[in-house]
């Protein structure tokens, strides 16, 4: 009953947040992230055509940036229609050609990959010290690191902390469906971010 409490006032939420503090969006987009781990999903980062705007995969498959993505819209922010509108302006500004070598704004994948949302964030939210202290990471942050391989990764730092009160929780994919784990600092970490839905300038 709670659960279903929570994902109804998200839900109604909609687009009003025009005019809301950073906290209060924060605050929503961590209860957001915490509902995302309810959910079983298979990791698969395959491509998928899907539609435009506020186009999703299966709801059943997804990877760390399909976390961000649901949990974003739940508050109304589609980052598919973010992304897609800035980079059809923007497109040399972000690493598309350089690492998949594209030549133009794919809608059906761009926003799900870890690169082109560091991009985005940097360019409408605000880039944050990367810092070896945990008090640094406040919730709804965004943070992105590098695993083995050189494979990036993004997660939400959430309002719970680990056993040891000294780390700030994190929800991501890492491969078994969305989580709330304690591996802020596991892996190098590569991004930090805070981004309340503004719409691209």
């Known amino acids: ?16 947040w025009a005019g809301v503090s950073s906290q209060t969006f924060a605050s929503a987009l961590v209860n957001a992230a915490k509902e995302r781990t309810l959910h079983q999903v298979t990791y698969d980062g395959s491509y998928f055509g899907i539609n435009y705007p506020n186009g999703d995969i299966p709801a059943h498959l997804g990877v ?3 976390v961000i993505i649901r949990s974003f819209r739940q508050l109304g922010v589609d ?12 497109f040399s500004a972000y690493p598309s050609h350089r690492i998949w070598g594209l030549t133009r704004p794919d809608k059906n994948i761009d926003h799900r990959r870890v690169p082109n949302l560091r991009v985005f964030f940097k360019r409408h939210g605000l880039t ?4 070896d202290n945990s008090a640094d990471y406040l919730p709804g942050d965004l943070v992105t690191w590098v695993l083995p391989g050189n494979l990036p990764h993004i997660g939400i730092v959430i309002d719970d902390n680990s056993a040891d009160s000294k780390r700030p929780l994190i929800v991501h994919n890492i491969g078994s ?3 709330i784990n304690d ?10 971010y805070r981004y309340l839905g503004q719409k691209p300038r």
Not at 79 to 90: G, K, P, S, W
Not at 128 to 131: D, K, N
């Open 1 to 16: 009953m709670k659960t279903l409490f929570l994902c109804s006032v998200l839900l109604s939420l909609g687009n009003a």
């Open 64 to 66: 760390c940036t399909d």
């Open 79 to 90: 980052l598919q229609q973010a992304v897609h509108e800035d980079m059809r302006i923007n």
């Open 128 to 131: 944050l010290p990367v810092t």
């Open 177 to 179: 469906g969305p989580k």
């Open 183 to 192: 591996m802020l600092f596991d892996y190098p970490i590569s991004g930090h």
